[in-house]
C-alpha cells in the first residue's frame, strides 16, 4: 500500500543549479499538490495540477519555479538558479479527487529537504 | 483573509494531561478544518478534521471544538502521552479552491 512517494529525500545544490523534485502520487490518485514548508513555518500552497494540466498556480513564484504532471511519470517541481531562500522542505500530496474533505483527504509524502550552499 | 493563525507556537504537558491547540480564521468561506500531525523527518498525516455544521468532533483521545461565530476552532489532546509529542498543523479549505491554509504549527512536547 504505497504512499506518496517523493524523490530525493534531500537535496544539496549550489546557487545557480537547478533544482528537480519528483513526487509520485498515490494510485489511484490523479489530483498533486506542492507546499513549501520553511523552517519553523507552516506548509504554504505553491501549485496544484491534474494529469497534464496546471489547475492552480497561485502559490507558485512568478520566476524560477515551474511543475508539470506528465501523462506518464512523477510530477515534478523544478526549480532554476536556485537562490539560499529556496531551501525549505517541499512536499507533495495527493488526492483521488478535486474535493477535498475528510473523506478523500490530501495524502502527503515525506518531502525533499533542499539544501542550497 | 487567507490566513489561518494557530496558537500556542509550542506546548509542554505532563503524561495524563490534556493538550489544547488554538486556530482562528478570517474567510467565512471555509468549510473544511483539518487538523494534521507531522513527526520529524516526516509528512504531515491527517489526524481529524471537521466541517462548520457541527460544533464538535471526537476519535479516541482527540477532539475539535469549532466555534463558527468567533470564526476559531481547537484540537483537544485528552491523556496526552509521549508518542503525541510532534508538531500539529491546523488548516482550512473551501470549495472550489482544493489548496489547503496551514497554521503556522504548535510543538508538542509531552513530558513522561
Known amino acids: 500500500n504505497a504512499g506518496v512517494m517523493q524523490n530525493p529525500r534531500h537535496l544539496v545544490r549550489r546557487r545557480g543549479q537547478e533544482a528537480r523534485l519528483r513526487c509520485s502520487p498515490m494510485?489511484?490518485?490523479?489530483?498533486v499538490y506542492w507546499y513549501r514548508q520553511l523552517p519553523e513555518e507552516g506548509l504554504k500552497f505553491m501549485v496544484y495540477?491534474?494529469?497534464?494540466?496546471?489547475?492552480?498556480e497561485s502559490g507558485m513564484p512568478k520566476e524560477r519555479f515551474s511543475a508539470e504532471f506528465p501523462k506518464e511519470g512523477p510530477s515534478i517541481l523544478r526549480i532554476q538558479q536556485v537562490v539560499r531562500g529556496d531551501s525549505a522542505a517541499y512536499f507533495c500530496a495527493s488526492s483521488p479527487r478535486p474535493r477535498v474533505d475528510s473523506n478523500q483527504p490530501q495524502h502527503f509524502g515525506d518531502g525533499t529537504r533542499l539544501s542550497i550552499l | 483573509q487567507q490566513q489561518v493563525k494557530q496558537s500556542p507556537q509550542s506546548l509542554i504537558v505532563q503524561k495524563g494531561g490534556i493538550s489544547i491547540i488554538n486556530c482562528a480564521y478570517e474567510?467565512?468561506?471555509?468549510?473544511?478544518f483539518p487538523w494534521y500531525q507531522q513527526f520529524p523527518g516526516k509528512g504531515p498525516a491527517l489526524l481529524i478534521a471537521i466541517r462548520p455544521d457541527v460544533s464538535e468532533k471526537k476519535e479516541g483521545r482527540f477532539t475539535i471544538s469549532f466555534n463558527k461565530s468567533a470564526k476559531q476552532f481547537s484540537l483537544h489532546i485528552m491523556d496526552s502521552q509521549p508518542g503525541d509529542s510532534a508538531t500539529y498543523f491546523c488548516?482550512?479549505?473551501?470549495?472550489?479552491?482544493?489548496?489547503?491554509?496551514f497554521g503556522q504549527g504548535t510543538r508538542l512536547t509531552i513530558n513522561p
Open positions: 488548516a482550512a479549505s473551501y470549495q472550489g479552491a482544493q489548496k489547503l491554509v
Open positions: 474567510n467565512t468561506a471555509f468549510d473544511y
Open positions: 495540477l491534474q494529469k497534464e494540466n496546471i489547475i492552480d
Open positions: 494510485k489511484g490518485h490523479s489530483h
